[in-house]
């Protein structure tokens, strides 16, 4: 199970910290991701971290977002800095893990112009 927090209104060039706390998987060596699903758009990868740590970004966000992890809480974060309307979407956490895929319920990010 995938429950993340951390969502809500911002205004544009504001930061939020989302998390993702999970449960029933063998965390440390889960892949962790977000993905993010725009306004009428497919849900697209965002920011991903490997269990040993490594990341990788879109494009869209190299340079604002951080993506971490924690494993002795087995929670996963992205901090969204200098974000911009375009960022709006619901978040979603996923868990990839012996094989398994893994996906959170999703928490709204409102960027306000």
């Known amino acids: 199970q995938l429950q993340a927090s951390g969502g809500g209104l911002v205004q544009a060039g504001g930061s939020l910290r989302l998390s993702c706390a999970a449960s029933g998987l063998i965390f440390s060596i889960a892949n962790m991701a977000w993905y993010r699903q725009g306004p009428g758009k497919q849900r697209e990868l965002t920011a991903a971290?490997?269990?040993?740590?490594?990341?990788n970004y879109a494009d869209s966000v190299k340079g604002r977002f951080t993506i971490s992890r924690d494993n002795a809480k087995s929670t996963v974060y992205l901090q969204m800095n200098s974000l911009k309307p375009e960022d709006t979407g619901v978040y979603y956490c996923n868990a990839e893990n012996c094989g398994l895929n893994y996906w959170g319920k999703g928490t709204l990010v409102t960027v306000s112009s």
């Open positions: 971290i490997r269990s040993g740590g490594s990341t």
